[in-house]
């Protein structure tokens, strides 16, 4: 049951590094009983016949639970107090110290007064650049990475009007801003004279999808660079080879490769989360199927038809005719790879052959909420699997025969592609810090963003979040088009943005620039019609709630809070911040 | 150096600028409680960038504060382009990269810095010295990921028969130090197969013969290697080579050993080593796909998933099971049509 990894009698750096994480997680593990089991922590020979546990040293059964309170101190004591000196190395990431701290937040149900709120919206502000966008503090750089977590906490903390936050992100700056990063293969800078990766893509996919700014200019492009990014494992690299020279002083043309756009690093879970996440939120700008005319290559994210295509599948030969495309069998057979074994808690790896670490419960344990939105679950073939009795008490890290409470009897049906279960256990009994947060694995300390990725897979492990139909007909039902400018109101052009401080008032506050994602040569049914396309497909994510989708690992009280795939914001805050620049008032019954 | 410098606020060489505090209107959430060095240097760099000021003393000030925090993004940016409008040495830029990319092997900026100088420097770079310098960065870490990642560019950039001649007995010679590192393996993928056609490399055939022996060689060392497989099928799946052509390899490494059976040495499909641990996962799963694209084998497909599923690796159980849905409807299509 608790097998090390087998390394042939063939020992080398991977396979020793491997071995010493195992023994220590071994000692996280409540159902592992070894008596010979040597104790990484203690300086006892691993030849002594002696146990050397003390009975601290290791989790007890009853030890399956989220020590909420102990994590929501951790993170208000960040907020609140501050960081300690060593923290400098993430002074150019102020946003996402601040993002971490309050979704994590957020994941355990604690919102904050309006006070704090009103100091976050500040503090935000602040990182605002004048060229638009958000940069890492006052003063620096726009960034996009930084652009996504000012604007997720936004989502989080604010509110309309004045000084709530969302009407001063100056999002016709923004738009100019990440039009400028464009690069001709689709990729993005993630800042000026910085480097090309897909968590750029991706950070520019969530933040512009959320303020109604994504265009078919702002993704021109954008899902071949995706595609260009996958690897013969199956997931993604970081970023490809771009086909054109961006240095014509340097290089001419010619030395060009003649096999254009291999992946740069191998394939990770980092950039594979953001590489899929960006793809599904690609599929909205799709344009409605039209037999007649051949899509657009470059705009036309598809993925291998599905349940399953023509065998081997390969994406190293796209059919220009059909636009670039991504492998989702490689892509998902990589993904499942990655988690551990029973011994590892069923933690998931970054990359083939690297270690566990609790951040890649959400960016590889997260891939399999973002797969639903390509269709992609255990459901197609369950009714294969569901009819046969499961002789062993869990799937994962369970031994047989452990006494379990009531509550904690796992339902075993449940239609995901990885081991929740053993995801969940690897989170309550490696990753928690005996003094509160959650880290990348045991003896190292805790962290605010290994708190938030952790409790983030907890959630996805937890719940099943997925695009309904129900919801979607709702949706669609629900929308209202923005109406054209009247012609005796409004200006030819947009609005002045932001508003001066004179017209902030309650009363006549309006959303600053409405129609600055409608292109010049678009009619403005077919802006609405886009515009409803990506609310309804971000909208839609909700949380299946039906016997068997929710699950939780100790009982309900270990329960956070369900995620949005795509933004890893909650589904309140997602459809709040959506509704407001989208223009729309209509709620989701819950 | 850090730490032992004046601050910039008593410094007369620096007394015409104004710091500029970071939050001057704002009491800030989650505050970083900086050293006063940094607190200092910070405070000037913010505002030699309002005054868009380019000289020496912002390489100095920029350098001073990338040595207490290389990740500061904008920094880094604002050195760059006063180097350029200084018409500052490239060539001593890049040592003094030489240096901080030892020291701060895991930062994106550094090794994103270089690329920028070896770009401007074009023709007068020098990209083989780069490749040595790679290696020494590799011995440090041999899984960097910015370090592969950097290496892959700089041979796709210059694209030069003279530096990709040294790749395969590079990547060997990594995984001869760790046939398990899987930077190195993708890196073999982008030299053999991704990056057009090397000199000498011309008859494909040829080429993919040697992979299937290095890889069956490789797997047959330490069968249990994720890294060496997924080459394997990466090979196979980019030539378009049926898996099925690796079957007589394959089927020793999908059951115990059989210590009855008299060994017999064959050449093309190296049997698992001694200590090998067998079954392996890998091909078993290889089988049963191989079983999947025949004609009427899918209830074997099907068996083999769901062993892995319920006895070599039930940590996967879901996923197997899957593929077992998977293999029989797929077989059902085939019967219906």
């Known amino acids: 049951m608790y097998a090390p990894t087998k390394t042939d009698n063939y020992p080398t750096q991977t396979s020793i590094d491997q071995a010493k994480v195992e023994q220590i997680l071994a000692h996280h593990n409540p159902n592992y009983i070894s008596p010979t089991l040597p104790n990484p922590h203690s300086p006892t020979s691993p030849t002594s016949p002696q146990t050397p546990q003390t009975p601290h040293s290791r989790p007890q059964r009853n030890e399956a639970k989220l020590n909420k309170q102990s994590h929501i101190n951790f993170l208000a004591r960040l907020l609140i107090q501050g960081f300690p000196d060593r923290y400098t190395s993430q002074d150019a990431s102020q946003p996402w110290l601040i993002f971490w701290i309050v979704q994590g937040l957020s994941l355990l149900g604690v919102g904050l007064d309006a006070g704090n709120k009103q100091k976050i919206i500040n503090t935000l502000l602040a990182c605002q650049s004048p060229l638009g966008g958000f940069g890492g503090g006052p003063g620096q750089a726009p960034h996009l990475l930084t652009t996504y977590a000012a604007v997720c906490t936004l989502a989080i903390v604010g509110r309309p009007g004045p000084q709530g936050g969302w009407d001063q992100i100056d999002r016709k700056k923004l738009y100019a801003f990440f039009l400028s990063l464009k690069q001709p293969d689709g990729s993005t800078l993630v800042s000026p004279h910085s480097e090309v990766d897909v968590r750029g893509t991706y950070c520019l996919l969530v933040t512009s999808t959320l303020l109604d700014i994504l265009t078919p200019p702002l993704s021109a492009s954008t899902p071949s660079f995706i595609a260009s990014c996958q690897t013969y494992e199956g997931g993604f690299a970081s970023a ?39 793809w599904v939120m690609l599929a909205p700008l799709r344009p409605p199927s039209n037999p007649s005319s051949p899509p657009n290559p470059a705009s036309n994210p598809q993925t291998s038809p599905s349940p399953r295509p023509e065998y081997p ?23 499942t790879s990655l988690q551990g074994s029973p011994l590892e808690l069923g933690a998931f790896r970054g990359r083939t052959n690297k270690l566990v670490d609790g951040c890649y419960s959400w960016w590889v344990g997260g891939c399999f909420g973002v797969l639903e939105g390509l269709g992609i679950d255990g459901a197609n073939f369950s009714h294969y699997s569901h009819s046969k009795a499961h002789a062993s008490g869990g799937q994962g890290g369970q031994g047989e025969g452990e006494g379990k409470s009531e509550e904690d009897e796992w339902a075993d049906d449940d239609d995901a592609l990885f081991n929740k279960r053993a995801l969940q256990e690897y989170i309550l009994y490696a990753a928690q810090a005996p003094t509160g947060g959650l880290r990348d694995k045991p003896p190292k300390h ?47 052009s947009t609005p002045p943005s932001p508003p001066s401080k004179t017209e902030e008032t309650e009363e006549t506050f309006e959303r600053p620039d409405i129609y600055l994602s409608k292109l010049p040569s678009e009619s403005y049914e077919a802006w609405n019609a886009r515009r409803k396309r990506i609310w309804m497909a971000a909208s839609a994510w909700s949380e299946d709630e039906s016997e068997g989708s929710v699950a939780y690992v100790g009982g309900s009280d270990n329960r956070v809070n369900a995620s949005h795939p ?11 911040m959506l509704n407001h620049f989208y223009g729309q008032s209509f709620v989701v019954p819950s | 150096m850090p730490g032992d410098s004046v601050l910039y606020s008593e410094r007369p060489e620096w007394s015409d600028i104004q710091p500029i505090a970071q939050y001057e209107t704002v009491t800030p959430v989650a505050p970083i409680f900086y050293s006063d060095e940094y607190k200092d240097a910070t405070g000037y760099f913010r505002a030699v960038v309002k005054a868009n000021e380019r000289s020496e003393r912002v390489l100095q000030l920029t350098e001073h504060i990338i040595r207490l925090n290389p990740g500061h993004y904008s920094v880094w940016q604002y050195r760059w382009s006063t180097l350029l409008a200084l018409g500052s040495s490239l060539e001593d830029e890049l040592l003094l990269m030489d240096e901080l990319a030892t020291t701060y092997l895991k930062t994106y900026q550094v090794w994103h810095h270089r690329r920028l100088i070896i770009t401007e420097l074009g023709g007068k770079s020098n990209p083989a010295r780069e490749l040595r310098f790679i290696r020494q960065g590799l011995n440090v870490d041999s899984k960097n990921y910015h370090t592969w990642a950097y290496r892959q560019w700089l041979l796709a950039h210059f694209n030069e028969d003279a530096l990709w001649e040294g790749e395969l007995p590079f990547v060997e010679e990594m995984l001869d130090e760790d046939v398990r590192n899987n930077s190195a393996w993708h890196h073999r993928f982008f030299t053999v197969w991704q990056s057009g056609v090397r000199a000498g ?5 040829y080429t993919l013969n040697r992979e299937l022996s290095y890889t069956k060689e490789k797997i047959a060392l330490a069968p249990n290697n994720g890294s060496a497989w997924n080459y394997l099928r990466g090979v196979l799946d980019f030539t378009k080579t049926s898996y099925s052509t690796l079957r007589t390899f394959i089927e020793p490494y999908t059951a115990p050993r059989d210590e009855s059976e008299p060994e017999v040495l064959d050449l093309d499909n190296p049997l698992p080593s001694k200590d090998a641990q067998l079954p392996c996962v890998a091909a078993i799963e290889f089988l049963a796909e191989i079983y ?31 593929r077992v849905g998977e293999a029989l409807s797929s077989a059902g299509q085939v019967v219906a049509s």
């Not at chain 1, 030395?255 to 879970?269: N, V």
């Not at chain 1, 636009?323 to 993904?335: D, Y």
């Not at chain 2, 025949?294 to 899957?322: F, G, T």
Request: charged share 25%; hydrophobic share 30%.
């Open chain 1, 313 to 335: 599948t390969s994406q190293f030969t796209p059919s220009q005719e059909e636009g670039p495309k991504i492998n989702t069998r490689s892509l998902v057979r990589w993904l």
């Open chain 2, 201 to 205: 490399e011309e008859d494909r055939e």
């Open chain 1, 566 to 576: 795509l933004f890893n914001l909650t589904i309140t805050h997602s459809r709040g």
């Open chain 1, 446 to 492: 805790a962290d605010s963003y290994h708190t938030l990725y952790n409790l983030s897979g907890l959630s996805n492990a937890q719940h099943r979040v997925h695009p309904s139909a129900e919801v979607t007909e709702l949706l669609e039902k629900n929308w209202v088009d923005t109406p054209p400018p009247s012609p005796a109101s409004a200006p030819t």
């Open chain 1, 240 to 278: 490809s080879q771009p086909y054109y020279s961006p240095y014509f002083k340097v290089r001419n043309e010619s030395t060009l490769m003649s096999d254009p756009r291999p992946p740069l690093g191998e394939a990770h879970g980092g950039y594979t989360f953001c590489a899929v996440a960006s």
């Open chain 2, 292 to 322: 999947e694209s025949e004609v009427d084998n899918a209830k074997r497909a099907a068996e083999l998933y769901r062993s892995l599923a319920e006895v070599h690796d039930k940590i996967r159980e879901k996923y197997w099971n899957y």
